[in-house]
Each structure stands twice: as C-alpha cells, then as structure tokens.
C-alpha cells in the first residue's frame, strides 16, 4: 500500500512537471491559476482544489500521456469469448497494455485531454 501509493504519486508529479517544461505555454497558465486561487497564502487548503480547474486538466493529462504503470496487473479469464478478432480462451493469463490504450486516437479521452495543450497537440 505504501509503495502504490507514493511510488506511482511521486513519478507521475515528476513527469508532470517534464511535460510542464516541454510546454511553456501550460507552465505558465498554470503558474497563473494557482497564483490567482492561492495567492499569498503559505499552502493550498483542501477547498481551493476544486477552483484549479486547469491544474485538474494538467494532472489527468499526465496521468494518460505518462501513466505510472504501464501493464496493469495481469488477469486471468474466467470464461471464453472473443476481443478485438481474437479467441481468448477461459483460464488465460491476460496483460493490459495502459500505455497503448490511453494513447488510443479511438479514445473518447484522448479527445477530452487533448485541448489541455492547444499549441502543441
Ligand atoms: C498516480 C497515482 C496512482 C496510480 C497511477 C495508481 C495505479 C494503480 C493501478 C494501475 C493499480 C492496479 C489496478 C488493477 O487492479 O488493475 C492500482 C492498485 C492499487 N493502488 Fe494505486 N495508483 C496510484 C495511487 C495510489 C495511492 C495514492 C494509493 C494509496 C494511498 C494506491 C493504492 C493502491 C492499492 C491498495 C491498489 C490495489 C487495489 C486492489 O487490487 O484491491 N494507489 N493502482
């Protein structure tokens, strides 16, 4: 529990801030939101959170372009059946590649995030 939750929080802030660097333009709209909703205060309080709606758009941006976990944990099928033109038999060991799916163009969310950089996306 420790480790999935500090391991998997602290690579995706440092990548956040990789692609903050590579995207000045956000770096700086960003910079801007959190000064204007927290301004000369010392630390965030829980209900400024809500106003960063940029910040929001920012972390799940992140969360897609450079997910922590790139398998997710493998899975066993419990019953037969057929996905993308395959026959997968029941009782088989099955490895989700998030990487792949969260840059899916087919992806209703890779839409959604794509406006969060307008200039380079
Ligand atoms: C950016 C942050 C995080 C990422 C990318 C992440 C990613 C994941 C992924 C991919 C799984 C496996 C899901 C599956 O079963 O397929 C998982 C499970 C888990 N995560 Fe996280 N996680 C994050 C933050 C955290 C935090 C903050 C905590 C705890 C404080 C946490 C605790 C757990 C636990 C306990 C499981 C196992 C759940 C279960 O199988 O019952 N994670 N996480």
């Known amino acids: 529990m420790f480790v999935a939750g500090t391991d ?3 690579t995706t802030l440092e990548w956040m801030m990789a692609e ?3 995207h000045p333009y956000s770096m700086r709209k960003v910079q801007k939101e959190v000064r204007s909703v927290v301004g000369n205060k010392t630390k965030v309080d829980p209900e400024d959170i809500p106003k960063m709606e940029y910040l929001r758009c920012v972390v799940k ?3 897609r372009l450079d997910p922590a976990v790139v398998f997710l944990p493998r899975r066993t099928t419990a019953t037969s059946g057929k996905r ?3 026959d997968i ?3 088989t060991t099955v490895l989700m ?3 792949a799916i969260l840059r899916d163009p087919n992806s209703q ?3 959604k995030t794509r406006r ?3 200039r380079e996306v």
């Open 8 to 10: 998997t929080s602290i």
């Open 84 to 86: 993308g033109g395959y």
């Open 97 to 99: 590649n998030a990487w």
């Open 116 to 118: 969060v950089h307008p």
């Open 109 to 111: 969310m890779v839409e």
């Open 61 to 63: 941006k992140t969360l």
């Open 89 to 91: 038999p029941s009782i």
């Open 20 to 22: 903050l660097l590579r």
